[in-house]
Every structure is written in structure tokens, then in C-alpha cells.
């Protein structure tokens, strides 16, 4: 089966940078995402690791080690927009073909004046 | 706008009936996801069909069962509807089987009285 933690909430000040960590444990192991949700919305996209290291983009960035089974979601230059719910999602291959995504049960950011 | 549709935004019906959710992916794309969101569970994959083909399976229960069609829109259909059913019902859509980004219709609220 496969574990995921994230913090369940976070609270930031606007114009800050916030670290959004996320442990997971999995067989098949096929990627990591990261998705942002606003409430009632759809989750959208915000980036994909399946190597080690860091990926960034623009005001976001996102780390993955996979001996350590983590990852953490960098949000630099807070704004008040920002607050949602931060979603670690991993990808694993599953025995009978094909992919299934698991995610966490998110984080939810608060971003303050 | 992901480009992803689905009907009807929302939905009220009462236990023991039965109910069509429909989605029609972004242009081009093959794969179609369906994952349910509720309060007190997070976001579960249900089940993923590529190109008229179910490709991978998730925590679909047995009232449940989905279908894409030639024209690659997919329905997920709901039956013997239990108040737990009540939650955001989400599809997704990506250009091929395992392609990493996937994009999240609005979704379908769906309400169990």
C-alpha cells in the first residue's frame, strides 16, 4: 500500500517563503506531484518530480529524495492568493499495468498580512 | 480552465437511487480519471480508462462502474447511493496512459439525502 503525510495546516505571512514537507512510503514508486486546491475547486497542477533534486518554477519549487521517501514544496514570495490546500500526490506502477496517483490528504496555507 | 468538462455541477438525490456523472476530456487527450473527494477521505482514485480501455483501478467499490466511449468522453455511474457517497466527484484527463499532468474538470457535487 502507500502512506503519505503532509502537515495538516500551515500559517505564513504575506510576502514570505513557506516549506511544505510531505514523507511518503511506496512500492513502484513513478513520481511525485504536487497540486494546489482551492476550496470547492479543482486541484491544478503544480509540479512533477521522478528524479532526485530540485525543479523550479517561477515562485514555486519542489524537492524530491527518494531513499528518504520526501519531498517538500517551496512557495517563495507569499501572496494572500496563495492560501489553499497543497496536495503531495505519488504515482505508483501498479502489477497489473498502468498508474495510480495517491494523495495526501492535504495541507492547508493560510497566508497573513 | 483545464479544458476538461463534466455535468452537472450539482446533484441531490436520494439513497438507493442510481446516477450518471459525465466528462469529456481535453481535446487530444486518450486518458480519463475519476477520483472522489470526500471531507473526511481526501482525494481517492477510483479508475482510469485510456483509449476505451480500463487501464488502472483505484478504491472503486462494486455499486460503482465507469465507461469511456468512442468519442472518449466517460461516464461514472453510481448506484444503490448511500449518504457516504456524498462528495466531489472529479475527472481528469491526460494525453496518453501514463503521461504525468493531469488536468481536473470542475467536478460534480453530488449530495445523498
Known amino acids: 500500500g502507500q502512506n503519505i503525510d503532509q502537515p495538516t495546516e500551515m500559517t505564513a505571512t504575506e510576502g514570505a517563503i513557506v516549506q511544505i514537507n510531505c514523507t511518503y512510503q511506496t512500492s513502484g514508486f513513478n513520481g511525485l506531484f504536487w497540486y494546489q486546491q482551492h476550496a470547492g475547486e479543482a486541484p491544478t497542477f503544480l509540479s512533477y518530480?521522478?528524479?532526485?533534486g530540485l525543479e523550479e518554477k517561477g515562485r514555486f519549487s519542489s524537492f524530491l529524495s527518494r531513499s528518504k521517501g520526501y519531498s517538500y514544496l517551496l512557495l517563495k514570495e507569499l501572496q494572500m492568493k496563495d492560501s489553499a490546500s497543497y496536495l503531495c500526490a505519488v504515482r505508483a506502477i501498479l502489477t497489473g499495468g498502468g498508474n495510480k496517483l495517491t494523495f495526501g490528504t492535504g495541507t492547508q496555507l493560510k497566508v497573513e498580512l | 480552465d483545464s479544458g476538461v468538462t463534466q455535468t452537472p455541477k450539482h446533484l441531490i438525490t436520494a439513497t438507493g437511487q442510481r446516477v450518471t456523472l459525465r466528462c469529456s476530456p481535453r481535446?487530444?487527450?486518450?486518458?480519463v480519471y475519476w477520483y472522489q473527494q470526500s471531507l473526511d477521505q481526501g482525494l481517492q482514485f477510483l479508475i482510469q480508462y485510456y483509449n476505451g480501455e480500463e487501464r488502472a483501478k483505484g478504491n472503486i467499490l462494486e455499486r460503482f462502474s465507469a465507461q469511456q466511449f468512442p468519442d472518449l468522453h466517460s461516464e461514472l455511474n453510481l448506484s444503490s447511493l448511500e449518504l457516504g457517497d456524498s462528495a466531489l466527484y472529479f475527472c481528469a484527463s491526460s494525453l496518453g496512459g501514463d503521461s504525468y499532468e493531469q488536468y481536473f474538470g470542475p467536478g460534480t457535487r453530488l449530495t445523498v439525502t
Open positions: 481535446s487530444g487527450d486518450l486518458s
Open positions: 518530480n521522478v528524479l532526485d
